[in-house]
């Protein structure tokens, strides 16, 4: 029977195996081995390195195991230190220190991490090809998981071949995804049950013909059951055969007594080798197990000898690996709770001897600790603490066990108070606000140097929140308490300018930013010079000063772009200030730039907080420059972001960037519903309000209802300009033709020199002059807008200048120009995918062909009562009275009007009595 225990060869697999052979030839880029367990997935693997090595490619091999999947980066550490120890002194040592470096006093970033191991393995692959095989993926940690999905995404090189090995209904979707793209460089080897006759090369010949069929449906081909059911006997076999219930699980149950028997069968010296190894997994050289099984060394390896003879495991060097992830789980299993308990104890100890990795002390302390054990909590802590930019999840695990097991001692305040900040920052990165903020209230109270860094992130968490007030007195009361270092007073000063701006107060936000920037070093902290900068010209912005928002926000930029993934993570939602003084600003490729860095940090990091915030930026710039659809997807998924975390502050400012796009693509109705929501729910900080009536006005002027939100209370400058166009057109609408030119002016006066806001500034006022029958100075006015939005970048805007233009054309009785309007029209909105738009303007389009050709015969006598009508409306009379004067009902006076007004082709009562009072 002991042949059987040793590794078969892969037997019924020859088209897989030359499949292999031909995507290592060929290059391509990922082999995908998926199936059941113990269908010979980890064997295939084997084969392909073996295979790879032979052609000469350098081979990094790294596994996951189900019991450390707690432990970040474990899979990739496995293959680079195989890597270093194959090769010493190359570059897969600075990436192990770097996987490694989760303790160290740098926080771990992982977009930087991401990025590096994609250089090396492209330096790798340079010449001959390196294959990267990564077994068992599905027991993956987080972190590891992330960097293969990133390394999916953005392939390193044509060189490398990544090779998988993954149960088929755990499929990580990353992966997933590039098999489904069909590409042909991706091969996919969905592994099956053997057929009849490969299973039987897999048993002893001694065994008779009846049992070997009787095995192999029992088994149902899986490779590993077949092995592991030869030692079963004859009446479980037939029990398992029979079909029943449940006999999945007792085949599994069969299995894992299988192979407790195999471990049964060793030597006690063996068997408490084995269950050492299992505890120590991926630590399991001799001398650890010498350590953890409390056995000398030569009675260590005696027994790892043993463990070898018997099948369970092979020795790689001086490492002792099980032979599958179930014999693992056997020999831990069976090790007893108790005895698991101080085998994990013993490892730590190990670990803390040889200054070993921190993530697997803490994995192992993690296993062992004790409430009142400072050791083991300041080891969990620090973890944790070290964790919180790297893997998230995992801090917030080891930071709630650190706190469970410090004890309540009145010098270990200070470090209690660090936990839980650093456990409310995990739980807000998270998207668990209202936690975050219950945990940074337990922290404020105690001395400034803890609670300095946790009233700064609980402004953040209240800004999401929309509790401004609320903010600003966290901020306000802990900037007067004494005794915070300069890095730590500049970080309140910028979270008080951060709310001061929101609740538009310019003056107070320059302030604060000023005096930020007065007590750190630019070249030092180039991030937070990077925000006090972006803060000011925002302020600067909403003060109308553009020279020096310009400036401010150009230096914002240089001082982000010199910053370090590492220093700009933590910071990384300032990144959206930046960017939206860029799209105000008419700088669209920087902000681009900066939008695009800061989402892939904020995903890398897993800083959901700081998603919606850059998601909003990002949808504002693509609605800017026409890209409808890209913009309404990107502020949906700010939406779904802010819903997620709990941030009804962000929702709204998502819902009002998606308003316009929403109108323009979907039209009136689903616009006006949101609008809706968005009056129902509005923002809490004033500046987002004033941007939040601005969208709804216009939604509600296209489905011709009553504007419906309230005016803010407080304004700022950057909003004038689109305040005062959306009042002009409203008042034109309602016939106030005097309103809409004043405030046309006035908004054509506070535009300045940016061409957005100039082109949405002269579009008012060629249409209030429309208004006044001043039709060659609405067409002067729309063509300087159409001009002005072209120059921004405004695809849609400039449509609908070009419609109102050709309009004005039809009026004039221009049909060549209106024609030629109306195709400018049509251009920019099948550009920018603004299908109501083009709707709309196909239906004007044949109202104005049917108009045309009829213009100069248009009916221009009035009747008897017509002419009452119009005399008593040229006087000022509303509709109301004239039905009082005439004795009609308000209907039929409304009737009159609107034929009056088609026949004098006028569309107000300032131009109906202009036209009366024309000889």
Known sequence: MAEARVWPELVGRAGEMSRIEAAIADGNRLVLIDGEPGVGKTRLLEYLVDHAQAAGRTVLAGGATEFERLVPFGMYVDAFTRLSDAAPGTLAEAALRTLLSAGEADQLDRYHTYRGIRALLAHVADGHGAVLALDDLHWADAPSLELTEFLLRRPPAAGLLLAIACRSSMIPPAVYDAVARQDPRVIRLSLGPLDEDAAAALVPPGVDAGRRRLMYRVSGGNPLFLRALLDAGDTTLAELADGRPGATLALEQTLLAVLRRELDRLSPVARRAAHAAAVAGELASLVVISHVAELDAPAAASAVDELCRQGLGTLAGARFAFRHPLVRAAAYDTSGAGWRVAAHARVA????????????????TERCAEPG?????????????????????????LLREALRVLPERDDLVPYRGQLLTGLARGTGVMGSLAESRRLLHEVIHLPHEVASVAVAFSSVVSRMLGRLDEARALVSAQIRRAGQDRRVRAQLLLELAAVAMLRADPEGARLHAREALGLVSWAADPELGAAAYAIQALACLQDGDLAAARAHSKRAGWLMDSASDTTLVPHVELV???????????????????????????????????????????????????????????????????????????????????????????????????ADRLAADRPGSAWWQAMAYVAVAQVRLAGRAEPGYPLPSVLTRDTDVERLAVQSIRAGADGDVGAALARSAAAVEAAGDLPYQLGIAYDARARALSGRDDLAGAVAAAQIATERFA????????????????????????????????????????????????GQLARVERRLAARGPRQAARET???????????????????REVAERLQVSQKTVETHVARIFSKYDVRSRVALARRLASP
């Open 791 to 838: 120059e921004s970048g405004a695809v849609v805007e400039r449509g609908l200048a070009h419609q109102f233009l050709a309009t004005v054309h039809s009026r004039m009785g221009d049909v060549a120009s209106c024609h030629d309007e109306i195709g400018r029209a049509k251009a920019a909105y099948k550009e920018s995918g603004a299908d109501w738009l083009a």
């Open 349 to 364: 100890d190990y670990l803390r001897r040889t200054d070993g990795s921190l993530a697997l002390l803490a994995h192992h």
């Open 576 to 674: 959206a200030p930046l960017s939206w003084s860029e799209i105000c600003l008419q700088r669209p490729t920087a902000a681009e730039r900066h939008l695009a860095r800061g989402i892939d940090l904020a995903t890398m990091s897993g800083r959901s907080y700081a998603m919606p915030y850059l998601l909003i930026s990002q949808a504002q710039l693509k609605a800017r420059a026409g890209r409808l659809t890209e913009a309404i997807e990107i502020a949906e998924h700010a939406a779904a972001a802010s819903e997620y975390i709990r941030s009804s502050e962000t929702l709204a400012m998502a819902r009002c960037v998606m308003l316009l796009p929403v109108l323009w693509r979907d039209g009136v109705q689903p616009a006006m519903a949101l």
């Open 861 to 879: 006598t009035l009747t008897a009562r017509e002419r009452q009508v119009a005399e008593l409306v040229s006087q000022g009379l509303t509709n």
């Open 373 to 397: 054990d400072e050791r083991a909590a300041r080891t969990l802590g620090d973890a944790g603490i070290a964790y919180l930019n790297s893997a998230p999840a995992t801090a917030v695990r």
